[in-house]
Each structure stands twice: as structure tokens, then as C-alpha cells.
């Protein structure tokens, strides 16, 4: 199998088309894959590629569909569901696996399987897209200026962005669940929108940021091994008020016919940013570390729109796994990267 072939699972999705179309430019040939070949066939004739047909679900057919690829990039989420089947199928074929969650149950899972992946000379990694490689980058630039650091806040911003749908069919499952911090080493449940900042990401616009259970909870205490971490996202006051009411109107967005409702607004309305948004979109990161003495150090990068950055990512990550540059067990971005990782990504700087 030539080294520039991997598996691109769930290839019809809005992120993996992305993917498609910067194939060129780092000289990669994926093999396509996903659960509907209705869908799949077309996608493979439009860039002159092959494809499998395999069903999360069918171990069977998913081991076939990985049995002779050196790497899967698995982009079809919720991976809260996802990410579990297609990572046992990589270690019983010795598959190195990669995502693009940004969700702090799929990263501890992953890490609880560490162990497995070792015995089997494979890699996991998650969140190779903006969830989480431009935070994780950050979390461990800061922790190499302050080796010390006990604690950690990262946010970002997403500057005239929007959501694709699988991110909002993510945020969906998410809704009325509450948030997180980590506090000692501890992941600890907090209310939703427990904590604000406003934070000046250097663009000119100090931005009110509400604590929201972001993946970097998993990731950044694995880079870092800081043992306290709250995690941020840009947002409006408005918004703010109305994510706080999830506090208490959790019960009613978990009813199963809310949340199908709410899938159906989702798969009707919501399509992912188009060209133009994505060329006019910025992204926005900020860190903050503090040692016990109440030392601080704070940064700042900024980046192409969410979903671009996401595909430059994960590509560039997918070349790293192919030409040997990995390590066996479950591993981070920054950890086995690097800080300076996001800066490989066309557009993106630190300041």
C-alpha cells in the first residue's frame, strides 16, 4: 500500500469534503468509506478515488474496510457513538486511528485504552481538527514558558463562522447535560455557563466568553499534566443568559421528542459555511497559565475559519502518521507534536 493512502471514514460528510479538495496539496490518495454507497459512488467518481462500504455497526465489514490501511481518519460523528466502534476495529487490525471530536468523553476514552494501543503498535489520537489542535497547541506553548503553571484557561473564538451540521448535531447531544472543569486532575461537573471572561483575542474587540465543557479538559491535562483547566468559548451576552437557562430547562431539551424535533431543524436547516464565510472567517485562541506564586503568562493565535483550519489539520497530522512520525498508545496533538504544530497551518500565527 503506498504511503499516501489512508482510509477517509465518513467521506460524505461536510468536514471530509473539505479534506477532498486539499487532497493536491499534501499528496494524499484516501480510500472513501462510510455506511451508504448511494452516497459514497458519486463522491468517488467526482475525485477519481475508490471506495469501501462499511457500517459502523458490522465489525465484519469494518475490519475489511481497514485491513489493509496503514491510518483511518474518522470523520463521522456524534463520535460519542462513533468513535468507540471504529477505535476497537483499529486495534483488532492494527489500524493507527485519528478524529475530529472535540468531546471530552470520546478523549478519555481514548486514554483508557492507551494500553491496548501500546500492546498492538498502533496510535490514538482525537481532535485533530480545531477541536482541539490550535487549544492543545496553546496549552503546551504556555506550559513550556511556565513549567510551574497549576492552572490553566484557554478560549476561542470563531470570528463570523457557522456551524456545520454534524458540530450541531454534537451540541444537540450536549444540550441540558451541564459543564466541566477540571480541578486537581479531577474532571468535575459544573452548572452550564458556571463562569464568564472577557477576553481581548488581539483582533480589537474584547468579547464576553462563556466556560463550556470543551475538549481541551481531556486533551490539555494530557499535554500538559497542569491539574486545574477551564475552558472557554467567544460569545454575546445573549447568548450567555440563554445558555444559563439550560440550567434549568435541562430536563425538558433531554425528552426524546424534543431532541427529535430538534434533529429534524438540524438536518432541514442547518448545511455547514459556505466559501464565502469560510474565506471571511477568522479564529481566535487565548491561554492563560498561573503558577502557585501567582506568576502569570498569557498568548494568543489566530487562525483561518473553524472548519478550514479543521482540514489543514487533520491532513497535516494524517502525512505526519504516514511518513512514521507517530508514537504507539493514545497521544495528543501538542504532546507528540509540538506547540509550534499549528504553525505548519497556512494562515495561522501566535502572538
Same mark, same amino acid.
Given at each position: 500500500m503506498a504511503t499516501n493512502t489512508f482510509l477517509l471514514y465518513g467521506a460524505n460528510g461536510y468536514t471530509a469534503r473539505l479534506m477532498l479538495d486539499r487532497l493536491a496539496a499534501f499528496g494524499l490518495r484516501p480510500v472513501l468509506a462510510g455506511r451508504n454507497e448511494a452516497r459514497l459512488r458519486p463522491l468517488?467518481?467526482?475525485y477519481g478515488l475508490s471506495y469501501r462500504v462499511a457500517d459502523?455497526?458490522?465489525? =465484519?465489514?469494518?475490519? &475489511?474496510a481497514l485491513a489493509d490501511m496503514p491510518v483511518v481518519l474518522h470523520c463521522a460523528g456524534p463520535f460519542s457513538q462513533t468513535a468507540a466502534p471504529m477505535q476497537e476495529a483499529c486495534?483488532?487490525?492494527g489500524t493507527h486511528y485519528l478524529d475530529i471530536t472535540g468531546e471530552v468523553a470520546v478523549f478519555e476514552h481514548g486514554f483508557s485504552l492507551h494500553e491496548a494501543a501500546v500492546n498492538r503498535n498502533i496510535m490514538l489520537m482525537s481532535g485533530v481538527g480545531f477541536d482541539v489542535v490550535p =487549544?492543545?497547541?496553546? &496549552?503546551?506553548?504556555?506550559?513550556?514558558r511556565l513549567p510551574d503553571a497549576t492552572h490553566l484557561q484557554l478560549a476561542f473564538a470563531n470570528e463570523e463562522g457557522a456551524l456545520s451540521h454534524g458540530t450541531a448535531q454534537t451540541a444537540l447531544e450536549g444540550l441540558g447535560a451541564g459543564g466541566?472543569?477540571?480541578?486537581?486532575?479531577?474532571l468535575v461537573p459544573v452548572p452550564y455557563v458556571?463562569?464568564?471572561l472577557t477576553v481581548d483575542f488581539g483582533n480589537g474587540q474584547p468579547q464576553p466568553c462563556m466556560a463550556i465543557p470543551w475538549g481541551d479538559l481531556s486533551t490539555a491535562y494530557r499535554t500538559t499534566g497542569i491539574p486545574t483547566i477551564e475552558t472557554y468559548m467567544g460569545t454575546t451576552t445573549r447568548q450567555i443568559r440563554m445558555a444559563r437557562l439550560g440550567n434549568y430547562l435541562g430536563w425538558l431539551v433531554r425528552l426524546p421528542w424534543v431532541q427529535s424535533f430538534l434533529r429534524r431543524q438540524i438536518a432541514s436547516r442547518v448545511t455547514g459555511p459556505d466559501e464565502t464565510v469560510r474565506q471571511r472567517a477568522r479564529t481566535h485562541v487565548w491561554g492563560r497559565a498561573r503558577n502557585a506564586q501567582g506568576q502569570t503568562?498569557?498568548?494568543?493565535?489566530?487562525?483561518?475559519e473553524g472548519y478550514t483550519l479543521t482540514a489543514e489539520a487533520a491532513l497535516t497530522i494524517t502525512r505526519h502518521v504516514l511518513n512514521g512520525n507517530w508514537k504507539a498508545g493514545y497521544q495528543t496533538p501538542a504532546g507528540l507534536y509540538g506547540a509550534d504544530l499549528i504553525l505548519e497551518l497556512p494562515g495561522t500565527s501566535r502572538g
Amino acid at each position: 500500500m503506498a504511503t499516501n493512502t489512508f482510509l477517509l471514514y465518513g467521506a460524505n460528510g461536510y468536514t471530509a469534503r473539505l479534506m477532498l479538495d486539499r487532497l493536491a496539496a499534501f499528496g494524499l490518495r484516501p480510500v472513501l468509506a462510510g455506511r451508504n454507497e448511494a452516497r459514497l459512488r458519486p463522491l468517488a467518481e467526482q475525485y477519481g478515488l475508490s471506495y469501501r462500504v462499511a457500517d459502523l455497526s458490522d465489525a =465484519t465489514a469494518l475490519d &475489511a474496510a481497514l485491513a489493509d490501511m496503514p491510518v483511518v481518519l474518522h470523520c463521522a460523528g456524534p463520535f460519542s457513538q462513533t468513535a468507540a466502534p471504529m477505535q476497537e476495529a483499529c486495534l483488532r487490525t492494527g489500524t493507527h486511528y485519528l478524529d475530529i471530536t472535540g468531546e471530552v468523553a470520546v478523549f478519555e476514552h481514548g486514554f483508557s485504552l492507551h494500553e491496548a494501543a501500546v500492546n498492538r503498535n498502533i496510535m490514538l489520537m482525537s481532535g485533530v481538527g480545531f477541536d482541539v489542535v490550535p =487549544t492543545d497547541c496553546m &496549552a503546551r506553548y504556555l506550559h513550556e514558558r511556565l513549567p510551574d503553571a497549576t492552572h490553566l484557561q484557554l478560549a476561542f473564538a470563531n470570528e463570523e463562522g457557522a456551524l456545520s451540521h454534524g458540530t450541531a448535531q454534537t451540541a444537540l447531544e450536549g444540550l441540558g447535560a451541564g459543564g466541566m472543569i477540571r480541578q486537581n486532575g479531577r474532571l468535575v461537573p459544573v452548572p452550564y455557563v458556571h463562569h464568564t471572561l472577557t477576553v481581548d483575542f488581539g483582533n480589537g474587540q474584547p468579547q464576553p466568553c462563556m466556560a463550556i465543557p470543551w475538549g481541551d479538559l481531556s486533551t490539555a491535562y494530557r499535554t500538559t499534566g497542569i491539574p486545574t483547566i477551564e475552558t472557554y468559548m467567544g460569545t454575546t451576552t445573549r447568548q450567555i443568559r440563554m445558555a444559563r437557562l439550560g440550567n434549568y430547562l435541562g430536563w425538558l431539551v433531554r425528552l426524546p421528542w424534543v431532541q427529535s424535533f430538534l434533529r429534524r431543524q438540524i438536518a432541514s436547516r442547518v448545511t455547514g459555511p459556505d466559501e464565502t464565510v469560510r474565506q471571511r472567517a477568522r479564529t481566535h485562541v487565548w491561554g492563560r497559565a498561573r503558577n502557585a506564586q501567582g506568576q502569570t503568562v498569557e498568548a494568543r493565535q489566530h487562525g483561518p475559519e473553524g472548519y478550514t483550519l479543521t482540514a489543514e489539520a487533520a491532513l497535516t497530522i494524517t502525512r505526519h502518521v504516514l511518513n512514521g512520525n507517530w508514537k504507539a498508545g493514545y497521544q495528543t496533538p501538542a504532546g507528540l507534536y509540538g506547540a509550534d504544530l499549528i504553525l505548519e497551518l497556512p494562515g495561522t500565527s501566535r502572538g
